[in-house]
């Protein structure tokens, strides 16, 4: 079996073969009970494991794009371009984030196919900053493989027009959600500009479809940040 | 056997009124006494019991703030004092002249201090770096030349486990005399890499290459933006200055990759990276001049 881009249980009783953008998982049985994972990048093997399922299920599911090689707090999502806001202008958009793809035996996440490169950045100064995950947002991007609608809603209260160029909201906030028709959602971030250098930054939100159901189970907390060296 | 069994218990009766005798004429002998050691009993365990409440007190109080090294001492340093008050209270119930035990315990400390006075000196050494905190266990540091991750803060020493996988002991004297930089303090550090192509070389191709690999490690962190600068032209190379902003804590190895990257790249990219040569000439005695060898200024 081959398919692309696919979010659910796998019963790898024939061999299957998903495909997520240069990405390739394949699930091979070797009997009833046990399958050898690989994945590809660019038909280049990169990662293998002999899997025995047992009572657990083997499953694929969209992940936020928080994951990486160092443990951090927040997402700093650089936009682009630039939002300019007029005096108590709101706005909301919706836009189009990077996913990663978690390949999970029961609960215990086994692989992620990490949909754009994974980048770093401090927030604030080198010196006492904070370390955020990294994404470029464009949002004007048509729909990628690997990607999710998420929902920003921005509102100047500051006083002044101001110009929006990165967001950093903290990670915990941040859930994938999956609908029926298998589209990817994330929670939704709102960002209220407080004044020249500050603002505040809640995660946490309904995606635009509320009938997504959230990944694992359970609805985000809301959560708060404040920026408070600049946007 | 009613009279032997009669008699019997008549002895026993006799015996134990004679131990209840013996024990109220000590009792009452050694009533002073007997109270005062009850007395310093109690002051006693009331001193361990009140130095161990404090301890638990410090430590959850100190704990948020302070690193695990500090508590531990500070905890400690109290257990100690309470003990001790309550030790003295209790030999000074019991008539012990403390005056006496204080000169001798004076003069016990001028001779532990001279005999000991190496680790004294250590002693307060690791107390004052404990309570300045620049350094705290699991950072990372670089001491003169060794560096490593802090294992653990003690009164006389630390322990420094270098990245080699080595223990290395510094007396605490040695880190209050030493340059220490703790690379674990800020966010992220600024790495250097001084890149010399041929003057053949296209200096744009070159730093578009650098950049690609810049851009391409996860590590290497996107804001503040990594720069690549023209900084000298060189006797064999044109020098290119490679600046990255690092996670702090892996600066050391993001570095060794970064530089390993930017040469494989230049080298898929043809860019030559030169070495120095000299063209040296040697005067013969017929008073020509030839070239031992010759070359051009770079490879």
Known sequence: ??????????????????????????????????????????????????????????????????????????????????????????????????????????????????????????????LEGLLCRYLSLKLEEQESELSGVVELRLVNNSGKPVKVNKIVAPIRGIHTYIDIEGRVYLSGIAMNIMDRRSAEVVTGLEPPNPSARPIPGKKPRITTFIMKYGY | MSYYAAALMNNLENAIIDIFEDLRNFVVTYEELLLKILYASVILLASYLLAKYLVKLTTRVMEKTSPPGKVKTVARGIKFAVVFVGAAIALTLLGIDMSGLLVATGFAGLVVGLAAQQSLGELFAGLFFMSEGSVRVGDVVKIDEDLGIVEDMGFLSARIRLLSGEIVRIPNSKLMSSKIYNLSKPTALRIEVVVGISYGSNISKAVNTIRRVLESHPLVLAEPEPKILVDSLGESSVNLKVWAWVPAKMIYEIKRDIVKQIKEALDREGIEIPFPQRVVWLRTLGGREAPEHSASRSA
């Not at chain 1, 038909?43 to 936020?64: C, M, Q, T, Y």
């Not at chain 1, 958009?93 to 196919?113: C, H, N, Q, S, Y």
């Open chain 1, 1 to 126: 079996m081959e398919t692309s881009n696919y979010f659910g249980e796998v019963v790898p009783s024939e061999t299957w073969v998903i495909k997520y953008g240069e990405h390739r998982l394949v699930f091979e049985p070797l009997s009833a009970h046990r399958v050898v994972y690989k994945k590809f990048h660019r038909n280049a093997l990169v990662r293998e494991f002999l899997i025995a399922a047992g009572h657990d299920k083997i499953s694929i599911l969209p992940l936020p794009p928080i994951h990486g090689p160092l443990a951090t707090d927040f997402l700093m999502l650089r936009l682009e371009p630039p939002i300019a806001l007029g005096v108590e202008a709101k706005i909301s958009i919706e836009t189009r984030m990077p996913i990663a793809v978690g390949v999970f035996v029961g609960r215990k996440l086994l692989d992620i196919v990490q949909s754009s490169p994974v980048k770093y950045a401090v927030y604030g100064s080198p």
